[in-house]
């Protein structure tokens, strides 16, 4: 089997981090997703706490906010988002993998073997998504889902400015919808191994 990275981009409460996960699974890869949270921590030598909050500041208060370490204060989602797509090059080059999200799709635009893959819902789904599987409260719901969705067009905006469209670098998009978990996962399993199986 050749070596290949399947991206995974979605929209808040889509499920595209489970499908991830299912996919991953099926075809015996590694997944990556907080784990390059952890590899980020450790390249930059901070813990992974002190990543992990500026991950979610960074989301949340767009792109702003700045952090004191050791070395006085500075933005640091410059830092992390320059640190991460190594990790996610490195990754790639390693062996076959699943990633999701960070702008993999871009970052990996020039790998051979890649499909990235783009997973959506409409709003009454995702907020359903929201209520019962994540066990969010309504107002929460409606408010994470607005939050993260400009968070992630504004991450994307900022690092890759070249994507205008929702459609840019997007080989598959699929509404998760119309399908259980296990049937997308089943679905995208079947693609790739078609392609380099």
Not at 90 to 101: E, L, P, R, T
Not at 126 to 141: F, G, I, P, S
């Amino acid at each position: 089997m050749e070596q290949y990275v399947v991206t995974i981009s979605r929209q808040f409460a889509s499920m595209g981090r489970t499908i991830a996960q299912k996919l991953a699974e099926r075809l015996e890869v590694e997944y990556l997703d907080r784990d390059i949270v952890v590899e980020t921590a450790k390249r930059m030598q901070q813990s992974v706490a002190a990543i992990s909050d500026a991950e979610e500041n960074t989301k949340y208060y767009f792109l702003r906010k700045k952090y004191r370490f050791n070395m006085g204060i500075y933005n640091i989602t410059d830092e992390i988002f320059y640190s991460q797509k190594n990790i996610i090059r490195d990754a790639a080059k390693k062996s076959s993998c699943i990633i999701v999200g960070r702008c993999s799709d871009s970052i990996l635009k020039d790998f051979k073997n890649h499909l990235n893959v783009y997973i959506y819902a409409p709003y009454e789904k995702r907020y359903e998504n929201c209520v019962q599987e994540l066990k969010m409260d309504q107002k929460t719901a409606v408010r994470m889902i607005k939050d993260v969705d400009r968070a992630r067009t504004n991450y994307q905006r900022k690092y890759c400015p070249e994507v205008t469209s929702v459609f840019d670098n997007k080989d598959i998009m699929i509404d998760s919808s119309k399908f259980s978990i296990d049937e997308v996962a089943d679905i995208l399993a079947r693609i790739v191994l078609q392609r380099w199986g």
